[in-house]
Every structure is written in C-alpha cells, then in structure tokens.
C-alpha cells in the first residue's frame, strides 16, 4: 500500500509559489504542485482561470466567515473535498451474473 504514496512523482508535492492579485492587493501563495494542478481542474470545471477560482474562493470565504485564516491550507482541504466529491459521483461499475 505504501508504495502507492512512496513512489509518487516528487514534483508533485515539490512547492511551487504564485502571486495573484485579490482585492487590489498582490498575494503569493506556496503550494504543492499537484494542488496547483487540481485548482487548475477545479477552475476548467467551472470555465474560469486559476487565479480567478482562487480569487472567487477567497471572496466567498471573507463573506461567509469574515476573515481567512492561512488560505493555503484552505486551497488544500478545498481540493481534497473536490476529489472526494468527484469521486462519489463516479459510479464503479459492477460485475452483472447471469443466471445459468
């Protein structure tokens, strides 16, 4: 099982930082490229650009909560709940028997 995680590709949670602009102010965010890659998903899903969900998402959280505190773990939990809706969504198929 652990070699699922053991040999993952390190540019994957090799750090990546990217500086956007929310409400006028220029902000850097430092996260795991494969978060990036996911918030990038996330954003095509919704027709936008990933500094425009990021944007959004940060707006939504100062209306809904009144202040952000640390964003970047923000960004990954919202990830990780994106995976694990995608993934409910995704019925398995099932092996159908035949009677005989």
Not at 2 to 15: G, N, Q, R
Not at 26 to 32: F, G, I
Not at 59 to 80: I, K, P, Q
Request: charged fraction near 30%; proline fraction near 2%.
């Amino acid at each position: 099982m652990c070699e699922l995680y053991v040999k993952a590709d390190p540019i994957l949670y090799e750090s990546r930082s990217r500086s956007l602009r929310i409400r006028g102010v220029v902000t850097t965010l430092r996260l795991e490229n494969q978060f990036w890659d996911i918030l990038r998903d996330i954003a095509e899903v919704d027709g936008m650009t990933t500094n425009q969900l990021i944007t959004k998402l940060y707006d939504e959280l100062m209306e809904y909560r009144g202040e952000v505190v640390n964003f970047a773990s923000f960004l990954r939990v919202s990830c990780t709940r994106f995976l694990a809706q995608r993934d409910a969504r995704t019925v398995p198929l099932a092996v159908v028997r035949q009677a005989r």
